[in-house]
């Protein structure tokens, strides 16, 4: 088995999730614009079938599913990400991020093999940048023996999983671990896929907001082996 197929994670007993689920299989076909569902889900490549929910208004109505609900602990961010990751709609698995990104400090690091199911499973770049960025952001800043996570991932074969690791400290700031930073770039420098070739522009561009002569000499010492994707967004704010 690979390491990106993976058995999925047991969903834990929730009865929060229980709640969420049922108001949110409610409200949100009421809600659904077959029309718009089909012209969104062309936009996104067909990954998923889509209700055809305009983004603001998916808001208002998770603010409503939400309302009266408590806190949750680890159980419940696991079962609600999993149930919503089980429903076909991409919508329930917008839901399932913006929770995720508002409670992760709820979670731990035992969190981290749904983090990777959450990313692994029909995986496009509106869910996994907000995991990559708002999820393993947060875990790896909340718990540095994680690092030698991301370690691991950005060696692996799957792009996504390449693609959170180099954007996992994309909001640290000066938190950034710029050595690991410019180390995860070089590695994945000459990968063939787009989505890795962006990230990594897109890492050093947000870094360079911290440190821009960093990022630049870091650019001119390593132009002959990044792309020249990685090379213009790298240097977008800076040339």
């Not at 058995?7 to 614009?33: G, I």
């Not at 399932?96 to 199911?117: E, I």
């Not at 994945?188 to 990230?199: I, L, Q, S, Y």
Request: with cysteine; glycine share 4%.
């Amino acid at each position: 088995m690979s390491p990106s197929a993976q058995p999925a994670p047991d969903v834990p007993d929730s009865t929060l999730a229980d709640t969420l689920l049922h108001r949110l299989t409610r409200v949100y076909p009421e809600a659904a614009d077959p029309e718009r569902a089909i012209s969104t889900a062309a936009y996104m490549r067909n990954v998923a079938p889509f209700l055809g929910i305009p983004a603001p208004h998916r808001r208002a109505l998770s603010r409503a599913v939400l309302a009266g609900t408590g806190r949750p602990d680890e159980a419940d961010c696991t079962a609600v990400a999993l149930r919503c990751w089980e429903l076909p709609e991409r919508e329930y698995q917008y839901f399932a991020a913006d929770f995720l990104r508002r409670h992760v400090g709820r979670c731990t690091s035992g969190f981290v093999p749904v983090l990777r199911h959450l990313v692994t499973t029909t995986p496009w770049w509106d869910t996994v940048d907000v995991l990559a960025v708002h999820v393993a952001g947060p875990l790896v800043a909340a718990d540095p023996a994680l690092r030698t996570t991301m370690d691991a991932w950005i060696g692996e074969d799957d792009l996504w999983i390449v693609r959170t690791a180099l954007l996992h400290q994309l909001r640290y700031g000066r938190r950034t671990d710029a050595d690991r930073l410019f180390r995860y770039c070089l590695l994945r420098a000459g990968h063939p896929d787009f989505f890795v070739r962006k990230a990594i522009g897109w890492c050093l561009r947000e870094y360079a907001k911290t440190d821009p002569e960093a990022v630049r000499a870091f650019v001119d010492g390593a132009r002959d082996r990044l792309s020249p994707l990685s090379v213009r967004e790298a240097l977008k704010n800076l040339d």
